[in-house]
C-alpha cells in the first residue's frame, strides 16, 4: 500500500546545505520518495538521482533569487524549503574557536551568525516569498539541542584533561535560538498563506567523533547514543507531507530525550 498521507512524490524541494551529512541523507532521502530536490550549497559533492546542484551560498540574496529563477524554470515553485546549511565549531577546532567566552572572536560570532540566522531568514524570504504566492508550501528550519539548552561543557571535559583549552563557543547556541522565532515569526505571518513554518530542532549526530566524547555524549542521552542521520529524515518527510497540514509554528524535537530530562 503506498499512503497518501505521507506522500510527497512530483513535489520540489529546496535543501540547503544539501551536500553536508544531514543534507546528502535528507536530499537523497526525499528523491528517493518522488520529490524533485535543489541542493542549495557552497560545496561541491554527489548529487543524488532526482536532484541537481545548485552554487549558492544562503548568505547571498542574489545568489538564492537566481538559482530559484532557474529552478523554476526548471521544475517551478517548491513545495519545501529545508533550512539546514549551518556552521558549526566542531570538536577539532582551531584554538581561538573555542576558548574562554570572553574572548571568543567578533568575526567568529558574525560568520556563524551569518550562515545560520542571516541564510535562513534570505531563503525564507525568497524561496518562502515564492511558496506564498502560490499559496502552498512547507518550510523546515533546522535547530540544535543548543538553540534549546545551552551545550554541556562537561561534554568536553577530556580536551581539558588532556591540557587543551576547550569551551563550546557561544555564537551556535545563539544563532540556533534566533531560529525558533523565526519559526514562529514566520508561522503566523504566512498561517492564511498556506506556507506552514515548523522548527527540527535534533541532538548530535552520530560521526567519527573522538571516543571519550561519544562516551560522554551517550551518558547524557537517556536514549543511550547520538542521533543516526537516517533517524532525522522521518521529521523533514512528515513536515513535507500533507500529514503535518495542521502543524505550523511547531518544534519537532528529535533527540533521544536530550531535553526531557
Ligand atoms: N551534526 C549534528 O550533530 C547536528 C546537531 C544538531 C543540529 N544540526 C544542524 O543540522 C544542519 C546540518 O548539519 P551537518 O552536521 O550536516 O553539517 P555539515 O557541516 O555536514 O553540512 C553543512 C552544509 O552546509 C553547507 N554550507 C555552509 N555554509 C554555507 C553557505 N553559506 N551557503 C550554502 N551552504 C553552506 C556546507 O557546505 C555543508 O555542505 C545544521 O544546521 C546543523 O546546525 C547538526
Redesign the pocket.
Known sequence: MTDSLFDVSGRIAVV????????AVYAAGLAERGMRVAI????D?DVPEGARAYA????DRSAIEAALRELEVEWGVPRLLVN?????SPPDAPAEEVGPFEDYPEASFDAVM???VK?AFLCCQVVGGAMAREGRGSIVN?????GLLSPVQDLYAYRRERGETFVKPVA?SVS?SAILNLTRYLATYWARSGVRVNTL?????W?DKPAEFLEAYEARVPMGR??E?KEALGAVVFLASDASSYVTGANVVVDGGWSAW
Not at 16 to 23: C, D, F, P, R, S
Not at 40 to 43: G, H, M
Not at 56 to 59: A, F, H, K, R
Open positions: 540547503t546545505g544539501g551536500m553536508g551529512q544531514l543534507g542549495f550549497d557552497v560545496a559533492g549558492v551560498d544562503v548568505t539546514n546549511a549551518g556552521l558549526d551569518d550562515v545560520n541564510g533546522v535547530s540544535s539541542v543548543y551556535y540556533k530542532t535534533l541532538a548530535g549526530v560521526n547520538m542521533l542521520a
